[in-house]
T-cell receptor, first 112, second 110 residues
C-alpha cells in the first residue's frame, strides 16, 4: 500500500506557465487537501475536497484550482504560475470521520 | 490566525523525556487537539490527538489540562530521530480544516 503519492517530486517552472501537481491516494479516503509550505513556516491550506465531486477553498486559494473527479485523485493546477507560488506543496487525505490527515512526500516547486 | 501558541524551539537530551507545551486558550468544547511532526521537510506525520482525557499511543502521550486551555506532548524516551518540528493544531470550522502555526523545532542532543 503506497498511501499518498505526489508527482512530480520537484519542478522548475517559468512564470506564466501552466502546471498541474498530481496527487493520488489508495486508502479510499473521502477527504483530500492541498497545502503549501513556505520556507520556515507552517502549512497553509489551499483547497480541500470532502468527497468526490465537491471542492472548497482554504486559506490561500487564489491562483490555484482543483478538481475531484474520483475518490483517488486530487490534482492541483496553477493556471499561470508566478514566483510567489514557489513553495513545497503537500497533498493529504483523511477518512472524513476523524481529522487525522495522512500526507504525501511533497512537491518542491520553483517558479522563475 | 493560528489558534495555538508554541515555543519556537526546544532542546532535549537523548534518552530523556521531551515535553512540548501548547496553549490553545480559545479552544471550543468539541474541538480536538492534534499533534503532528515534520522531519526535515518530509510530509507531516500524525502523532496523537485528544479531546479532554489524557491519551497515550506507541509514539507519545498527550496531557490536556482540565480547563482544556493547554496541553503537553510527551515523548518518553527521546531519540535523535525525534528531531523535528512539532505542530499542535486544533480544527477550525466544520470542513476538517486544520490551521497550522509555525510549530516547535525540537532538537534532540546526544
Amino acid at each position: 500500500i503506497a498511501g499518498i503519492t505526489q508527482a512530480p517530486t520537484s519542478q522548475i517552472l517559468a512564470a506564466g506557465r501552466r502546471m498541474t501537481l498530481r496527487c493520488t491516494q489508495d486508502m479510499r479516503h473521502n477527504a483530500m487537501y492541498w497545502y503549501r509550505q513556505d520556507l520556515g513556516l507552517g502549512l497553509r491550506l489551499i483547497h480541500y475536497s470532502n468527497t468526490a465531486g465537491t471542492t472548497g477553498k482554504g486559506e490561500v486559494p487564489d491562483g490555484y484550482s482543483v478538481s475531484r473527479a474520483n475518490t483517488d485523485d486530487f490534482p492541483l493546477t496553477l493556471a499561470s504560475a508566478v514566483p510567489s507560488q514557489t513553495s513545497v506543496y503537500f497533498c493529504a487525505s483523511s477518512d472524513g470521520i476523524t481529522d487525522t490527515q495522512y500526507f504525501g512526500p511533497g512537491t518542491r516547486l520553483t517558479v522563475l | 490566525d493560528a489558534k495555538t501558541t508554541q515555543p519556537p524551539s526546544m532542546d532535549c537530551a537523548e534518552g530523556r523525556a521531551a515535553n512540548l507545551p501548547c496553549n490553545h486558550s480559545t479552544i471550543s468544547g468539541n474541538e480536538y487537539v492534534y499533534w503532528y511532526r515534520q522531519i526535515h521537510s518530509q510530509g507531516p506525520q500524525y502523532i496523537i490527538h485528544g479531546l479532554k482525557n489524557n491519551e497515550t499511543n506507541e509514539m507519545a502521550s498527550l496531557i490536556i489540562t482540565e480547563d482544556r486551555k493547554s496541553s503537553t506532548l510527551i515523548l518518553p524516551h527521546a531519540t535523535l530521530r525525534d528531531t523535528a518540528v512539532y505542530y499542535c493544531i486544533v480544527r477550525v470550522g466544520s470542513n476538517y480544516q486544520l490551521i497550522w502555526g509555525a510549530g516547535t523545532k525540537l532538537i534532540i542532543k546526544p
